[in-house]
């Protein structure tokens, strides 16, 4: 295989990666209100997937607080039942079938 197929088949690989990836993400803001039922906004999956919030107190996923279904696409308003306001910042995780596709971190307030 010459040099200039392994580059193109790697520059393929590559921009089908990014295509997948941006698929997968949680809306705008960084910040969320300290209540019981956490509220996400929009958040887009390229599948059927679950969002999983943790304590982030120490940047890393600690604790489960609450999960919540998605659809395949645009989900607006999800929201998390994480039982009683977060002691701290939390992490919220996007997961399909199984694999972390995106993720983000909130400070609440």
Known sequence: MSIKMIALAAATVAATTTAASADNYFAFGDRLENSSTLELGTIRAAADGVVEIYDGRFGDLGALLGTEEVMAGANSDVRVNVGHGPDADVIAVLKVDG???????????
């Open 99 to 109: 694999q972390i596709v995106a993720q983000q971190e909130y400070e609440v307030n």
